[in-house]
């Protein structure tokens, strides 16, 4: 039996929620991302519904597939791949941050959970450790940091909170 395709913009809001659930879920769980026939049985639905459904996350969100695959390579806060920004969570690391601006989110994920976000520094010689629980920050290594981004934060120039 042929896979019947699907318009990946007309699933409804609630099948993208729900996916994303299931997803984020699987992440907070294993440290691993589904792969669309995962997410076809947790979600009860054909794989390439799932295939779609990933895909059209994906095009909405800042998260993507490894290029030519149909593996989630990122799916915000988290990397499905290994970046420089490793997640422990009470002292087990099985998690990787998107970046290190998304890497201070992990935290809602895990309620009541110490989270340490450990990374070299980019531009000096200085590991960076950061510990959170909650809204809480527990400890930060070295005292100060500061994040650094090429993109344009707030939009274009003019509608910039800050200049």
């Known amino acids: 039996m042929a896979a019947e395709l699907v318009d990946r913009d007309q699933i409804p809001l609630e099948a993208l929620d729900s996916a994303y659930a299931a997803i984020m879920r699987e992440i907070v769980a294993t440290g691993v991302a ?24 994906i095009d909405l969100t800042p998260g993507w597939l490894h290029p030519g695959t149909d593996w989630i390579a ?24 998107q970046c290190g601006f998304e890497a201070l989110a992990v935290r809602w994920l895990f309620p009541g959970k110490t989270v340490t976000v450990e990374a070299p520094c980019l ?41």
């Open 34 to 57: 589904p792969h669309y026939a995962e997410l076809a049985q947790t979600l009860g639905v054909e794989p390439m519904r799932a295939k779609a459904v990933i895909a059209r996350i």
């Open 74 to 97: 990122s799916f915000p806060p988290f990397n499905n791949q290994p970046t420089q920004y490793r997640v422990s969570v009470d002292g087990e690391q099985r998690w990787f941050a």
């Open 123 to 163: 531009v000096g010689d200085e590991p960076l450790r950061i510990e959170m629980r909650d809204e809480e920050i527990l400890s930060i290594e070295p005292a100060t940091m500061v994040g650094y981004t090429r993109s344009q934060v707030g939009g274009d120039a003019a509608n910039r909170p800050f200049r």
